[in-house]
């Protein structure tokens, strides 16, 4: 079963979960519906015969709870279900799905699920916080390696220094940007914001 461990809720009223493992998707069949519910994190689909267009024509295998599978060749469509509960549709992720593709996917989870956590825990506000090109760091060795910046004098780089700016060396002489100092201040002041 899959454990939140933090929530992400964008200004724009998005809801997003980073899980310890995304949600097994192992479908109970009725009639033409097939529910998948791993822990209160809900998928539903539903089988129309003689289509083959869903998925945009797809060949996939889904696992069934009776131990078969069912083989899905464009017949078998995403679609919502009534569970009896409050649900919400929520983005999910892990930090492992996030580090190859920082794209959220889309699952129906229980909502008392995330009140559970919100109720002890604080909601993050950054959708790139897992995101390691939101990071002072990752910007700071692109500028080192690909040699970005401008030619400072010693003189100015101690002034720059003082002011907090980050200096590097470029074929043995100081170098800044103003560019990457515009960058690292978004990105501490969206980190503090969060804080």
Known sequence: M??????????QGQT??????????????TGNLLVS??????????????SRD????????????????LECKGQVWS????????VAQIGVGTLESLATCYVFSSATVDV???????????????????????????WEAIYRTEKWGDRISPARARKLR??????????GKPTWSARFEKRKAQIL??????A
Do not use: H, Q
């Not at 979960?17 to 998707?25: A, G, I, M, N, Q």
């Not at 604080?122 to 790139?128: I, L, V």
């Open 79 to 86: 679609c919502g279900a009534d569970v009896g509960i409050p």
């Open 2 to 11: 899959p454990k939140i461990i933090d929530v992400i809720r964008t200004k």
């Open 54 to 69: 869903a998925f945009a024509g797809r060949a996939f295998t889904i696992k069934l709870t009776d131990g078969s599978t």
């Open 37 to 50: 519910n791993d822990g209160g994190f809900y998928d539903f689909l539903k089988i129309e015969p003689g």
């Open 162 to 171: 003082k002011r907090g700016a980050t200096i590097w060396r470029v074929d």
């Open 112 to 138: 008392s699920l995330v009140n559970k956590w919100l109720a002890e825990n604080k909601p993050s506000s950054r959708y790139y916080k897992y995101d390691k090109r939101e990071t002072v760091e990752y």
């Open 189 to 194: 002041t969206d980190i503090a914001a969060d």
């Open 16 to 29: 997003f979960l980073l899980l310890d493992e995304l949600p097994r998707c192992v479908y109970e069949r």
